[in-house]
C-alpha cells in the first residue's frame, strides 16, 4: 500500500512501467513468462506463441526489460526471460488498495459515492420583493 507521495521520478518510473503493460501483446508476453513452471522461458518458446515476427517480439520483450519487468540471460544460440519478482510487487503494491483502513458502510473508494447536493438557504416569500 502506498504510504506516501510519490516523487517526480517515483511517478516517472511508474508511469513507464504501466504505459509498458498497457500494449496487450506485452501483457500476454509477460503473463506467459510469468506461467511459466520453472520460472524462466526461451525466446523461441514466446516467439512460438504468437502470430508475429521474430523482431516484433524481440521489440516488445526489450520494452519489458527496458522498463525492469524482465530480465534474460544468453545460454548460446538462445535467450532465457524471468520475470522480475520485486519490480512487479512494487507495482501490485502501489495498486493494493487491501491496506486501506475502512470503516462498515464506508465506501472504500469515497470518490465514487455520489455527492450530496450542498444545501442552500432559499428566499422565503417575506424576503422577496
Not at 513468462?33 to 517480439?57: M, N
Not at 459515492?113 to 424576503?127: D, K, L, M, N
Request: aromatic share 6%.
Amino acid at each position: 500500500m502506498v504510504t506516501e507521495a510519490l516523487t517526480t521520478e517515483g511517478a516517472s518510473d511508474l508511469a513507464r512501467a504501466f504505459k509498458v503493460l498497457g500494449d496487450p501483446v506485452r501483457l500476454r508476453v509477460l503473463s506467459l513468462i510469468a506461467a511459466r513452471k520453472g520460472g524462466e522461458i526461451c525466446v523461441c518458446e514466446i516467439t512460438d506463441a504468437f502470430d508475429l515476427t521474430g523482431p516484433t517480439i524481440s521489440y516488445h520483450l526489450r520494452q519489458l526489460r527496458e522498463a525492469g519487468l524482465v530480465d534474460c540471460e544468453r545460454r548460446g544460440t538462445w535467450v532465457y526471460y524471468w520475470i522480475v519478482p520485486d519490480r512487479l510487487a512494487g507495482l501490485s503494491q502501489f495498486l493494493d488498495p487491501s491496506d486501506t483502513p475502512t470503516t462498515p458502510g464506508t465506501p472504500v473508494n469515497p470518490a465514487a459515492s455520489t455527492p450530496s447536493a450542498p444545501t442552500r438557504s432559499r428566499p422565503t416569500s417575506a424576503t422577496v420583493r
